[in-house]
T-cell receptor, first 112, second 114 residues
Framework: SQQGEEDPQALSIQEGENATMNCSYKTSINNLQWYRQNSGRGLVHLIL?????REKHSGRLRVTLDTSKKSSSLLITASRAADTASYFCATDSTSGTYKYIFGTGTRLKVLA | EAGVAQSPRYKIIEKRQSVAFWCNPISGHATLYWYQQILGQGPKLLIQ????????DSQLPKDRFSAERLKGVDSTLKIQPAKLEDSAVYLC????????????FGEGSRLTVL
């Protein structure tokens, strides 16, 4: 079963614009992670935010977490063509097994 | 540092045949995961190992899928017999231990069942 749902499913923007994608999840979590997947490749970890954090930055990435709404957002600023990829959120539940469940993904296309 | 190694990268088989995928995690990583990713979807966890013990296999179709992690290092995932709906990319990932956060993924093994 999918724990997270990303939205939008697909996003197309011009180079230099900002891209925002959202993730909603169902159960209480310890932390939430965002991953990037280039076509035909494995997933690459971008950033982790813990349940007691509200915002985190890493380079051009900004992640927010609202545990009351069970949602997170990933903002990529000043996007580049190389940011074209699928982006997934992954959550672990507080049930104790630390298994990470991935969402459905947002396909981002950055046009040069 | 070497990453997660998987093989084969591609495999095409007929339905009802068997197939095996191999994964070598990053040295020292205690936790190993197998995910199934169907085209256009997010990865779905099949099985999670902590060292050579199974932590979670609740979504592994045990009538046809099996996995083992002997000696707590390498792992193999087997499908027998394969069905058309098993066509997917099988991703292996590892982490230092459960709950430490970042998962490191291999490039995946793409299976096509005809």
């Amino acid at each position: 079963s999918q724990q997270g749902e990303e939205d939008p499913q697909a996003l197309s923007i011009q180079e230099g614009e900002n891209a925002t994608m959202n993730c909603s999840y169902k159960t209480s979590i310890n932390n939430l992670q965002w991953y990037r997947q280039n076509s035909g490749r494995g997933l690459v970890h971008l950033i982790l935010i813990r349940s007691n954090e509200r915002e985190k930055h890493s380079g051009r990435l900004r992640v927010t977490l609202d545990t009351s709404k069970k949602s997170s957002s990933l903002l990529i600023t000043a996007s580049r063509a190389a940011d074209t990829a699928s982006y997934f959120c992954a959550t672990d539940s507080t049930s104790g097994t630390y298994k990470y469940i991935f969402g459905t993904g947002t396909r981002l296309k950055v046009l040069a | 540092e070497a990453g997660v190694a998987q093989s084969p990268r591609y495999k095409i088989i007929e339905k009802r045949q068997s197939v095996a995928f191999w994964c070598n995690p990053i040295s020292g990583h205690a936790t190993l995961y197998w995910y199934q990713q169907i085209l256009g979807q997010g990865p779905k966890l099949l099985i999670q190992f902590q060292n050579n013990g199974v932590v979670d296999d609740s979504q592994l179709p045990k009538d046809r899928f099996s996995a083992e992690r002997l000696k707590g290092v390498d792992s193999t995932l087997k499908i027998q017999p394969a069905k058309l709906e098993d066509s997917a990319v099988y991703l292996c990932a590892s982490s230092l231990t459960s709950g430490t956060g970042e998962l490191f993924f291999g490039e995946g093994s793409r299976l096509t069942v005809l």
